[in-house]
């Protein structure tokens, strides 16, 4: 709003983006109307990415806000038109991009950042829990140089807490341990992504799923209510976590790391839990 002089923010229908009253009144939730905010919802293809074409070219719009792989909406991957129509639109009409890499980012779809898999370019990138491995409490943004020095005279960037030495700490050791192993960890990830995709595509659920699998990051789908929430309290009394995102999707985020030994155990366990 500083930066642009604007007042509207476009985002996605049930989209995740924190607790604070501005995300709350981002994602439209009750009780929380501060932000005037507009709502796309899925699935993100080139209709979408029109409809927000035409949102952006109004001029009136301050910033739209995605992951660039949506994980509250279940693994909902936007295609590549969607992604080259919104990034022309943000730069031809003066919207900045904010991409929420919170989730997403350091591997977990199978790039360092979920933006490469589209060539993103934001103006503001979001980081946070795979930043610190787990091992703290740490969020960063991270912005370009003309953007930053917009907002240097009437704007403060302050955290109470901010700087934790711990935090810091672990992030920067695990920083560094991703950028020695990139390699070996992102070739884990592809592999294991192949393994999951393949022996859930065989489950013989007793609902038809939809399976949505980009690196580690597994969503899968049923038009059933209730279904997915059965499987997940068999699941886990048979000491296996899964999650349940809606009433009809459940998902899976293992370890970047996982063996093949520890993925098989599992997929035998949701096996015989479905």
């Not at 943004?141 to 700087?163: H, N, P, Q, R």
């Not at 995709?197 to 699998?213: E, G, V, Y």
């Not at 580690?216 to 976590?241: C, D, M, P, W």
Request: proline share 4%.
């Amino acid at each position: 709003m500083l930066h642009t002089k604007r007042q509207k923010f476009v985002a996605n229908k049930y989209s995740y983006h924190g607790h604070s009253i501005g995300t709350m009144s981002l994602m439209k939730r009750p009780g929380f109307n501060f932000l005037d905010s507009y709502q796309i919802e899925a699935p993100l293809d080139a209709k979408a990415g029109k409809e927000v074409e035409k949102l952006l070219s109004k001029g009136d719009v301050a910033a739209y806000i995605s992951e660039p792989i949506i994980m509250n909406l279940g693994v909902e991957i936007p295609t590549q038109e969607y992604w080259i129509i919104v990034q022309n639109a943000c730069k031809k009409y003066g919207t900045v991009l904010i991409v929420d890499e919170v989730a997403t980012g350091f591997g977990r779809t199978g790039k360092l950042f979920a933006s490469e898999h589209y060539n993103l370019k934001p103006d503001i990138m979001c980081l946070g829990k795979a930043l610190t491995g787990g091992y703290g409490a740490l969020g960063a943004t991270i912005m370009t140089e003309e953007l930053a020095k917009s907002m240097e005279v009437d704007f403060s960037f302050y955290s109470t807490f901010g700087w934790h030495p711990l935090n810091t700490t672990a992030t920067i050791a695990n920083i560094k341990y991703l950028l020695k192993n990139k390699n070996s960890i992102l070739k884990n990830v592809a592999e294991m992504s192949k393994y999951f995709s393949d022996r859930l595509s065989i489950m013989k659920f007793k609902h038809d799923p939809t399976i949505r699998i980009k690196g580690l990051a597994i969503a899968v789908e049923f038009r059933e209510a209730g279904y997915a929430q059965e499987i997940v309290n068999k699941s886990l009394k048979n000491h296996l976590l899964l999650s349940t995102l809606t009433p009809f999707i459940f998902t899976i985020f293992p370890p970047l790391t996982i063996d093949k030994n520890t993925a098989e155990k599992g997929l035998e366990i949701l096996e015989n839990c479905i």
